[in-house]
């Protein structure tokens, strides 16, 4: 993983921030970077205007609280991290972080999942950010495992002709790699593509070809997708210890099950910027694979990307 120089955490300020925090002040630790904390609430009614301060100051209160505890698990002292704590209060709070991202220049967005964490996929603020955020986004879910049992997942696709695709799948190989050292030290890559002659053709047209003629095209177009895999995979110039999960499957329904049934605790993936699409930004195999999961995620865009959202 890149270093990160400013790191923002997200918090609500009204469930256990603990995980989140844990990630966010362990990145700021290993990168000697700045974190802020930034807590996002709605805006006070008019009526109860008086008491809005009241309101932001308690709110700060328990995320302190939860800061002193995290560090000390961390072991961590005051002079030890760069940290500041501000709430910022009004609607639309995924596009105010995202503003703060624009104008504050921050590396890495970091919070916890919104609503219940072990529930399958993400809700509305998050997958905002995962949408329109420039920076790369992570969201946390509670992780059992020691930090050594952590495991790592990456979903890359070899079959990337653009510039920009080629780049963000290289990326992503050595931010999971690169996280993965941390963790259990051994990455986990998934890749995987529908090819219609297995899917589809082979059940639904009437074909002269023979089943054996049809295996022999899947097995051959199984063999070109990994090739391409393999080579992408050295091209990133990752070493360590790699468990490849490759499959003729659908993305959206194999990487979810094989997260599941495996146990991967973290999975790493990019999200494709479209264009000509106003506010659709997100490819929808990345939509639906994104909705299924139920474990940490680390997001990462294309380097051209350019937030709809205006700075």
Not at 56 to 70: F, I, P, Q, T
Not at 146 to 163: F, L, Q, R, T
Not at 195 to 216: C, G, K, M, T, W
Not at 256 to 267: A, Q, R, S, T
Request: net charge negative; aromatic share 6%; proline share 5%.
């Amino acid at each position: 993983m890149p270093n990160f120089h400013n790191v923002l955490y997200v918090s609500h300020a009204t469930g256990d921030d603990s995980s989140g925090l844990l990630q966010a002040l362990a990145i700021a630790r290993n990168n000697h970077a700045a974190v802020k904390v930034l807590v996002v609430c709605p805006a006070v009614p008019e009526e109860f205007a008086d008491y809005s301060q009241l309101c932001m100051d308690a709110l700060k209160e328990r995320v302190l609280e939860s800061l002193s505890a995290v560090r000390e698990e961390l072991q961590l002292t005051e002079d030890q991290l760069d940290l500041e704590v501000e709430a910022d209060c009004g609607s639309r709070p995924a596009e105010r972080v995202i503003h703060r991202v624009l104008d504050e220049g921050y590396d890495l967005v970091i919070k916890n999942v919104e609503g219940r964490s072990q529930r399958k996929g993400f809700k509305a603020m998050d997958m905002e950010l995962l949408r329109k955020c420039p920076c790369p986004v992570w969201l946390c879910r509670p992780i059992t495992d020691p930090h050594k049992e952590i495991d790592v997942a990456v979903a890359v696709d070899p079959d990337c002709e653009e510039a920009s695709a080629y780049d963000l799948a290289i990326r992503l190989l050595r931010w999971s790699r690169a996280l993965a050292d941390t963790c259990s030290g051994e990455l986990h890559v998934i890749s995987c593509w529908d090819y219609d002659v297995d899917e589809y053709l082979r059940h639904n047209f009437p074909l002269s070809a023979s089943d054996e003629e049809l295996d022999r095209a899947t097995e051959a177009a199984r063999s070109k997708h990994r090739s391409k895999l393999d080579v992408l995979i050295q091209a990133s110039g990752i070493g360590g210890k790699l468990d490849v999960n490759h499959a003729i499957a659908r993305p959206d329904r194999f990487i979810p099950l094989l997260i599941d049934e495996k146990k991967f605790d973290i999975l790493v993936m990019g999200t494709v910027g479209r264009t000509g699409i106003p506010g659709f930004i997100m490819g929808n195999t990345a939509e639906n694979i994104l909705q299924k999961v139920r474990c940490s995620l680390l997001a990462l865009k294309p380097s051209d990307f350019v937030s709809p959202v205006k700075g």
